[in-house]
């Protein structure tokens, strides 16, 4: 399907580029749409320690592993 078919290419561009921010942000949101939460929050964790001078980007990544976090029942073991 095309999320799968996203999450390789995205795949494909980290392995060329480990640092690059759009592929990092998009392999997040392709594992997420795919409830691959484990795997999904790995890489939204690296969108906050890439985007270091992107406030509202560490801000989103932030809420969706909030959103994952409840989703998953995980969310009070993680603020603890």
Do not use: K, P, Y
């Amino acid at each position: 399907d095309m999320v799968n078919d996203a999450v390789s290419e995205f795949r494909e561009a980290l392995r060329l580029d480990a640092d690059n921010l759009d592929a990092t942000r998009g392999l997040a949101e392709a594992l997420e749409r795919s409830r691959r939460d484990h795997e999904a929050v790995t890489h939204w964790e690296r969108v906050i320690a890439l985007a270091s001078q992107d406030r509202a980007l560490r801000r989103e990544a932030r809420r969706r592993l909030i959103a994952i976090w409840m989703r998953t029942q995980q969310l009070r073991e993680r603020l603890a």
